[in-house]
């Protein structure tokens, strides 16, 4: 339990639910690991309760938060400034208290582009396959739409998400951009062909789903990214492991995506090893 004083900056996790978030853990252990007076609390908005609990943050004077499901969208209407970023991608992840006025931004698209930077995958002129067309599928495609990948098949349950999703990076970026139905066999063939698949749905959240695409038929270069993560590896990584494939759960963007928002709020860098340690303290992924 972190002590606070009258001096404490306070930052938040505003959503519903948040019981389950680990931004808590991995905030606070970068705060006390930097000796920052600064404590990170998790907050449940309940529907309808959006525009009064902004309102109470700003009054109250908070650093910032982090914006989760289901207010990336609707918050953006309640600040008074939004990146160009987050503003292109349409979600805002990160409130930051600059003077008296509430800046929005997106730190899951950097926060991506770290994650595969990392594993060395570079998406320019290559062939890429999104799982999904919700808030975190905008982050990714917008993402890689900006790195310059060639191609982006979006594949969604939902057709017409992925057909919205679709428009609007055919409208900020050069990608050739396709669109199937999750699961249907004519999505299979961008499949056969893409050099990076990125998990964007919630399947595997559970630690069964593995999302329904023919995972043993990509190339055997082609490097699987989920962003759903846990202690334990995810389904779709265990399945494509199991396969040849290069895969890695959606962790390191978190971690990422976590850096940047503590750098936004602080100004200082963000301890990306305490707060990875802080956030599965008991699940390490073996070597
Ligand atoms: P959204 O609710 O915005 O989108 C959910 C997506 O999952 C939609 O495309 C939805 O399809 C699809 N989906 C849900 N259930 C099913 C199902 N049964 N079958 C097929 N498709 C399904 O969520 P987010 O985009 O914010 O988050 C998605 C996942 O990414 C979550 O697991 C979240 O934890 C993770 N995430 C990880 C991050 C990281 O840093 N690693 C950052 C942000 C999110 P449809 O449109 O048809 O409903």
Redesign the pocket.
């Given at each position: 339990m972190r002590d606070t004083r009258g001096t404490t900056r306070v930052v938040a996790i505003l959503g519903d639910p948040v019981e389950h978030s680990r931004s808590p853990a991995m905030h606070n252990a970068a705060f006390e690991a930097l000796g920052l007076d600064y404590v990170y609390v998790a907050l449940r908005v309940r529907p309808g309760d959006l525009g009064r609990a902004v309102a109470g943050a700003r009054a109250l004077g908070f650093a910032g938060w982090n914006v989760?499901?289901?207010y990336?969208e609707r918050i953006i209407p309640l600040l008074d400034r939004v990146s160009a970023t987050a503003r292109a991608i349409g979600a805002v992840?990160t409130v930051s208290l600059v003077g008296h006025q509430l800046i929005g931004d997106n730190t899951?698209a950097e926060?991506?582009r770290r994650a595969i930077a990392k594993l060395a995958f570079r998406p320019r002129g290559k062939s890429a396959v999104l799982?999904?067309?919700?808030?975190?599928?905008?982050?990714v495609a917008y993402a890689l739409s900006q790195a310059g990948v060639g191609r982006l098949t979006i594949l969604?349950?939902?057709r017409a998400?992925?057909l919205a999703l679709a428009r609007q990076m055919r409208a900020i970026g050069r990608s050739e951009v396709i669109v199937g139905s999750?699961?249907s066999a004519r999505a299979a063939a961008p499949v056969r062909e893409a050099d990076l698949v990125v998990?964007?749905?919630?399947?595997?959240?559970d630690g069964r789903?593995i999302?329904?695409i023919p995972i043993a038929e990509t190339p055997a270069h082609c490097l699987f990214y989920d962003?759903?993560?846990g202690p334990e590896r995810t389904p779709l990584v265990r399945l494509a492991e199991q396969l040849g494939r290069r895969a890695e759960?959606?962790?390191?963007?978190?971690l990422?995506?976590a850096g940047l928002a503590f750098h936004l709020w602080t100004g200082r860098r963000a301890p990306l090893g305490t707060m990875e340690r802080a956030l599965f303290p008991s699940g390490a992924l073996p070597a």
């Open positions: 989760t499901v289901p990336k992840n899951d926060g991506f799982l999904g067309a919700g808030g975190s599928a905008r982050a969604n349950r939902t998400r992925a999750l699961g998990n964007c749905t919630s399947l595997g959240l789903t999302p329904p962003l759903v993560y759960d959606g962790r390191t963007m978190l990422e995506q």
